[in-house]
Every structure is written in structure tokens, then in C-alpha cells.
């Protein structure tokens, strides 16, 4: 018998990343999980790896439209949830000049409201006990060149995890989040050619004190802690970034 037997899980922006990650951790360990993308295709790969303990639900996490169907989706699926995993996000990089304010709605949006209004609407189906995980990101506390937009938007998801810690209080739901740094997710090789990519991880590792750039599995492993192990935890954020904010 699996440590996450009979636990519910929901995890949004779980087709590919830390996303995924965190789903094969639980799934591993026994809890059903239903994940959410906007790719079909990834939704599609994703649910064929995670096997039959696993959910796969297209939702866009800027829509409030799908995000009601996604809850109303999740009750019929599982009625109560053990844990929630707001982890949908995008990145966006911009000098401050030419930051154009359809990027800067595009990151708001999906960064900040997708997360609110997901723990929002999901929250009657938590448990008294439960655990709510935010991904917000160390470039919430460094100024980073050409991320202004995204750091506002993950600083707003990191005053947000504060505030719905305090109001989910009553009905003993915790809510924490999650603060990666760099993580050798795959997503570099998406948006530039193999040996670009390769060069800047190489680059982004020497500026790291643990010179090395983190796993999703390592980042799976604190979402998993704090959803299910941090009984006396809220209103927190758990950097994993090899030290590279701290020291």
C-alpha cells in the first residue's frame, strides 16, 4: 500500500515539468492525481506515463470559464480533494522598455488570477486538513534583468499565499508555496536551439553556489512535504535554488 493511498490530488500545469514530476511522485506513491495543461498532444503523454491512477483535464488556468468546469469536474471525479497544486505559470522575458502590456496581462493573468481563482473556486472541495501548494519563484526576491513582469507576478502569488493561509485558516487548510530557481526542467530547450540551451544552463549553474542546477524531482519532493508532511506549516515559501538567493 502506497504512503498516498485514497488521497485526492489536483495538480494544474501537471503535462509537463515540475508539474509532471510532482504527479509521478504521487502517483508512485499511490494517490490519484488529476492533472491540467492547454496541450492535448502533452495532456495526452502525460496521462500514458502516469498510467490509470491519473486524470488528464485540458484547462486553460487564465479562463474562469474552465476553471469553473474544472471544479465542477473535480467533485464529480472525486468529491473531496486531499491537495491542490496551483502550479500553472508561464515565463516572460522583456526588458523594462519594451515590455508590451499584453505581455504584462498575459503573465498577471495566468500567474496571479489562474492561481487565485483556481484555490478559489476549489476550496469547498478541500478536507479539513488539507494542503494548498503555490509555485511562485526566487525572482520574486532578486531583481533579475529582463523578468520585471514575471517577478511582479510571482510577488503577487507570494502575498497571495500568505493571504489565503489566513483565510483558509478556520477550516484547517494550509496553504504554502513553492519558490524554484534555476531548474533543469526542459523548458530552455523549448523557446531555444540544443546548444543555446546547453550554454545557458552551463552559464546559470557557475552562478549558483551548489554549482548545479536543480531537478523537478527535487522540487516534486518539497511540493509533496508541504502539501502532506508540514502539519504546523502555512503562509510559507520554500526556496529550492541551490542557495542561490540566500547565500
Known sequence: MGKYENKNVVITGGSSGLGLA?????????ARVLITGRDQTALDAARSRLGGNAIAVRSDAASLSDIEALADRVKAEFGTVDALFANAGVNGFAPFESTSEQMFDHLLAINAKGPYFTVQKLAPLL????????????ANVRALPALSAYAASKAALRSMTRGLARELLPRKIRVNAVSPGAIDSGILEKSMP?????????QMAADIPMLRLGTPDEVARAVVFLAFEATYTTGAELTIDGGGSQL
Open 194 to 202: 540544443a546548444e543555446a540551451a546547453e550554454q545557458t544552463k552551463t
Open 127 to 138: 478536507a479539513e486538513g488539507s494542503g494548498v501548494v503555490l509555485t511562485t519563484s526566487v
Open 22 to 30: 510532482t504527479a509521478q511522485l504521487l502517483v508512485g506513491a499511490g
